[in-house]
């Protein structure tokens, strides 16, 4: 399968698409998000994979806008343990790096590793396996990055320092997205987990609105994984809620509280039901 992710060659996405499709998938580099959908839309790839949220940076924005544009269904989920290391060209020791390459949120995630080496310049960059590649390509001096070891391995760099993130549980979720109609996949490892439905709606601006809309999935006992609230474009303080339960969509207490839902809510659709990672 041709599976389209956002950045270079070596991004965590590529880790991501592994962990779901498999060592055969073939993963198509885009540079942006929308490029992302785009090629997926038009067919160019059989899917596309998305981060969606991060343990320690939150939810990713633009993943959950887009999904409002395009009619794709999230047929599986991969949770991605991101490990930062310091990379750099072979020959370049760690006593002679004077500054360190990567994604703005990476950079920000390895606070503890630069107050122990304040002699390293950080620089942000538009992607961390990016990073790799430029490093390795333009060779600045006394240039690393900071990416994961896929990166290092597909670019024929050195790693010089292991797990340099603040924080071990440091994970991203990511979706699997495929055309309108596909069946939900079974990922490496999830094949005994529970299942997830994702679903966005939006109520009317008035008291209650969105509490009587969660009672439809409260009274019948069903677990809400997550909430995230965006705004309604063409609406100006009104919002779309983006909501994961425990549960499939074919399942008779979750088709009630979708069907109820829908009664009380002016707009609902379900983004697909999966196996948790």
Not at 182 to 189: F, I, L, N, Q, V
Not at 207 to 234: T, Y
Not at 251 to 257: E, F, G, I, L, S
Request: glycine share 8%; charged share 20%.
């Amino acid at each position: 399968m041709r599976a389209a992710f956002q950045g270079e060659l070596g991004a965590f996405s590529q880790q991501a698409i592994l962990q779901l499709l498999g060592p055969k998938a073939r993963p198509i580099a885009q540079p942006w998000f929308d490029e992302v959908f785009g090629a997926l839309a038009k067919g160019a790839v059989d899917a596309a994979v998305i981060p969606i949220e991060n343990t320690l940076h939150g939810p990713i924005y633009e993943s959950y806008d887009l999904l409002m544009k395009h009619d794709f269904v999230i047929t599986a989920e991969a949770n991605v343990r991101i490990v930062h290391n310091l990379i750099a060209p072979p020959g370049l020791t760690f006593s002679k790096v004077t500054r360190v390459y990567s994604h703005p949120v990476a950079l920000n995630q390895c606070l503890d590793f630069f107050r122990h080496n304040r002699n390293f310049q950080r620089e942000a960059f538009y992607d961390t396996a990016g990073s790799v590649k430029m490093v390795m390509e333009q060779r600045p001096p006394g240039a690393a990055a900071i990416a994961g070891a896929l990166a290092a391995e597909i670019y024929g760099a050195r790693i010089l320092k292991r797990a340099i993130e603040d924080d071990r549980q440091n994970f991203t979720r990511f979706f699997l997205l495929e055309p309108a109609g596909s069946k939900p996949r079974t990922a490496a490892g999830s094949g005994k987990k529970p299942w997830k439905t994702s679903l966005v709606f939006s109520t009317r601006n008035i008291p209650g609105a969105l509490f009587r809309a969660l009672s439809a999935i409260a009274l019948r006992d069903l677990n809400i994984a997550k909430i995230e609230s965006r705004p309604l474009r063409g609406k100006p303080w009104e919002y779309l809620f983006y909501l994961d339960l425990i549960g499939r969509s074919s399942d008779p207490a979750v088709k009630h509280a979708l069907g109820h839902l829908g009664e009380l809510a002016d707009f609902l659709r379900v983004l697909g039901s999966y196996r948790s990672a």
